[in-house]
Antibody, heavy 117, light 111 residues
Framework: QVQLVQSGAEVKKPGASVMISCKAS????????IHWVRQAPGQGLEWMAL????????SYARKFQGRITLTRDTATSTVYMELTSLRSEDTAIYYC??????????WGQGTLVTVSS | QSALTQPPSASGSPGQSVTISCTGT?????????VSWYQQHPGKVPKLMIY???KRPSGVPDRFSGSKSGNTASLTVSGLQAEDEADYYC???????????FGGGTKLTVL
């Protein structure tokens, strides 16, 4: 069955960077885009970026351009999301999700990132 | 401020039907048949309920249905059950720098 397993919770100081991994299994990794979506405490869903695991091409939301980088390792079927220059407003649960017809479909379990001094 | 507009709350009694709207523009909801709906219970991961406006993934009850008219998409939950109480989010493909846009979410209460 499709599984997206994300790395564990992180605590970072303002100005630092965080890298979250998302390991896919149960399907052909290079056949589906991977989206990243975040959810601040008590707030709604916010789309951040996506990557084509086959070509490595990416698309970033305007809000995060310059601070976010997606990469992938096809040998391990893993996608990585790095977010830099963290601030308190970046405290959120970060989800990776496999594409389902242009939009997020099946979601990983989420990774809590806490930004605090 | 979310790109897509949803009512913050909706409610219905068990067995009734409730419809949640999701309003965008011709650059997203109105321009494409790529609208999805997600259900999220407190503390849980979002679950895909509808994709491509009206298609249901395997395992989603047929009590859940989707539609679209112009720039507004809708999710209808028929025969409300207690377990349907959750937050519901819509999303759409968008032809601008933000490839995907979400609604702000609707809290569905089963009375």
């Amino acid at each position: 069955q499709v599984q997206l397993v994300q790395s564990g919770a992180e605590v970072k100081k303002p100005g630092a960077s965080v890298m979250i991994s998302c390991k896919a299994s149960g399907y052909t990794f290079t056949s589906y885009y991977i989206h990243w979506v975040r959810q601040a405490p008590g707030q709604g869903l916010e789309w951040m970026a996506l990557i084509n695991p086959s070509a490595g091409s990416t698309s970033y939301a305007r809000k995060f351009q310059g601070r976010i980088t997606l990469t992938r390792d096809t040998a391990t079927s893993t996608v990585y999301m790095e977010l830099t220059s963290l601030r308190s407003e970046d405290t959120a649960i970060y989800y990776c999700a496999r594409d389902e017809v242009e939009l997020p479909g099946y979601w990983g379990q989420g990774t809590l990132v806490t930004v605090s001094s | 401020q979310s790109a897509l507009t949803q009512p913050p709350s909706a409610s219905g009694s068990p067995g009734q039907s409730v419809t949640i709207s999701c309003t965008g523009t011709s650059s997203d909801v109105g321009g494409y048949s790529y609208v999805s709906w997600y259900q999220q219970h407190p503390g849980k991961v979002p679950k895909l309920m509808i994709y491509e406006v009206s298609k249901r993934p395997s395992g989603v009850p047929d009590r859940f249905s989707g539609s679209k008219s112009g720039n507004t998409a809708s999710l209808t939950v028929s025969g409300l059950q207690a377990e349907d109480e959750a937050d519901y989010y819509c999303s759409s493909y968008a032809d601008n720098n933000n490839y995907v846009v979400f609604g702000g979410g609707t809290k569905l209460t089963v009375l």
